[in-house]
């Protein structure tokens, strides 16, 4: 009689733990416009190539963590383009996006500033035109979920203060004994 109850209660929690992680897993959501810039390196040259900060349309993004969905597509069309207009094949590209602009805004300078005042290597910063090259969204319905909206940000509750004083219990609750001096 016990062994049923128990395995009654571990396949009623196995359970519960599979809805809560498959309800738990990060999903997407498409902003009506993002900002987007590029960033092409090699490891081979000293130059690096920026795209201006570019306003597209419909692009996905990660609700957990509000980061771009589809980076690896993006940065296809920038490497693509740095082969076939600048003959430059072999180049690392980056693609950072924002549902806001000023964030973008903030990381494009914080990453220019990085190659253009780096006192211990010089770097050739060339700035690609969004005449020359433009973004083009990517859909990623095929690959991800339903879109759902962006949901609406909870009030945080207050931080309480946290002061560590670097005498953490081990992880099984039970304190050491004090050292003998």
Do not use: H
């Not at 897993?25 to 987007?36: D, Q």
């Not at 300078?109 to 010089?122: D, P, R, S």
């Amino acid at each position: 009689m016990k062994f049923n109850k128990r395995f009654v209660l571990g396949a009623a929690l196995t359970m519960l733990l599979a809805v809560t992680y498959t309800t738990a897993k990060a999903k997407n959501y498409v902003a009506p416009k993002a900002y987007l810039f590029g960033f092409a390196a090699s490891f081979n040259d000293s130059t690096v190539y920026f795209t201006d900060i570019q306003q597209v349309d419909s692009v996905w993004f990660s609700q957990k963590k509000d980061m771009l969905a589809g980076r690896s597509n993006y940065s296809s069309q920038l490497r693509s383009y740095c082969a076939d207009k600048l003959d430059q094949p072999r180049r690392t590209c980056v693609v950072i996006g924002y549902p806001s602009q000023k964030k973008a805004e903030k990381k494009f300078e914080q990453m220019k500033k990085m190659y253009l005042q780096n006192k211990k290597a010089t770097y050739d910063v060339r700035f690609i035109k969004e005449e020359d090259f433009k973004f083009q969204a990517v859909s990623m319905n095929d690959e991800m979920e339903e879109p759902v909206a962006k949901p609406e940000k909870k009030k945080d509750k207050p931080k309480k203060d946290n002061k560590k004083d670097g005498k953490r219990p081990p992880r099984d609750g039970n304190m050491p004994p004090p050292p003998n001096k």
